[in-house]
């Protein structure tokens, strides 16, 4: 996989979970996400309630996660976390929510995809604390109410305009996680660093986090991979020369693009004359399924101002083409 895909790796998680900051205070980089969040977490302390359910909207590996498990170690609560694909059935929900002690912190993934019937379910607990058991099948089946301890909801999404109206609606409080500024990412690269025991030059984490596209995630990753480098080709010193060295050989360029970016952006400009052309005609041409197209590459290439969507294909910009080394075509280039 790519350095610079902001999906989680399945075996990215025991290196992740040692890197989360583990309160508000330490969760550096959204600062009005971390006020606001605090003031709804010391309110519902002082009123010795639960707190209001949270949702979660931003790109993946930005700390929707790690939100969630600051509220519960804020709250002292337990955490459950589950997603929304892994919910199948709303009777795989019900179970969930009747094995909640109160308080619990229920994170639930990717909130957006889940089975209509298990949202209609999660309507019910969410406002009542309450799951109606169907018993039965047919015209003889009948719904037995069944009391949850109250819980906190925490959902997350990667664009909160992928939720139903009624279901955005019974969340108390909605956070939307954005890509961090550079010097944010520095910060957390040496917080980083210094849990991993590695020791980063200042200019080598200024270099890193200028090509980490934003996202923690990918910053953690990139830091890890650099430290390999360092290990094996140097004295495990992590100075700038190293890191640049380190980010060339696993393809990471100045601004953060990878070998896939690039390649998408070329295929645009070589083979299509700079667009547009479909997604998939696109996906095609790099060898890439269109999601990964679509999900990794073009959101980061659109915000860099290099492509743009347009109703009748992806279109390369004239940063675009500058950015490969290309001359834009006069005419045609916005
Ligand atoms: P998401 O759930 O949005 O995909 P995660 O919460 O899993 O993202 O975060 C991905 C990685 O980035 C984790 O290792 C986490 O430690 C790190 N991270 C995210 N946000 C922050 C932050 N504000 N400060 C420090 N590290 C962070």
Redesign the pocket.
């Known amino acids: 996989p790519s350095p610079v895909d902001p999906h989680?790796f399945p075996d990215e998680q025991a290196a992740?979970s040692a890197?989360?900051?583990g309160s508000l205070a330490e969760?550096?980089?959204?600062p009005r996400v971390a006020d606001q969040l605090g003031l709804v977490l010391d309110a519902s302390k002082h009123r010795g309630t639960v707190p209001d359910h949270v949702l979660l909207s931003?790109p993946?590996?930005?700390?929707?996660?790690?939100?969630a498990m600051i509220i519960a170690s804020e709250m002292g609560a337990p955490i459950r976390i589950s997603s929304g694909p892994a919910i199948q059935h709303a009777g795989d929900l019900a179970a969930i929510l009747s094995g909640l002690v109160e308080g619990e912190v229920f994170f639930l993934?990717e909130i957006h995809r889940m089975s209509r019937p298990a949202e209609e379910l999660l309507y019910l607990a969410m406002e009542d604390f309450r799951v109606d058991v169907i018993v039965g099948k047919g015209p003889g089946a009948t719904a037995i109410p069944l009391e949850i301890p109250p819980f906190t909801l925490v959902g997350?999404t990667t664009r909160a305009g992928l939720l139903p109206g009624p279901l955005r609606d019974r969340f108390g409080f909605t956070a939307q996680?954005d890509f961090y500024e550079t010097p944010a990412i520095e910060h957390?690269l040496v917080?980083s660093a210094g849990v991993l025991g590695i020791q980063l030059r200042p200019e080598a984490a200024a270099e890193i986090a200028r090509r980490s596209r934003g996202t923690?995630?990918i910053a953690?990753r990139l830091l890890r991979r650099v430290r390999d480098y360092a290990q094996v080709k140097a004295d495990g010193r992590v100075t700038e020369p190293i890191a640049r060295a380190a980010l060339e050989l696993y393809e990471v360029d100045e601004l953060g693009l990878d070998r896939l970016d690039r390649g998408v952006l070329e295929a645009v400009c070589k083979r299509f004359g700079g667009g547009p052309v479909g997604l998939s005609t696109l996906a095609i041409s790099v060898g890439e399924e269109a999601e990964t197209v679509e999900e990794v590459a073009e959101p980061f290439l659109v915000r860099q101002g290099f492509l743009m969507r347009t109703q009748r294909g992806r279109v390369a910009t004239e940063a675009g083409w500058r950015h490969l080394g290309l001359t834009p075509p006069t005419s045609g280039a916005p």
């Open positions: 989680a992740e890197l989360r900051p969760f550096r980089g959204q931003g993946p590996g930005l700390g929707k996660t790690t939100l993934d997350a996680l957390i917080r923690p995630r953690n």
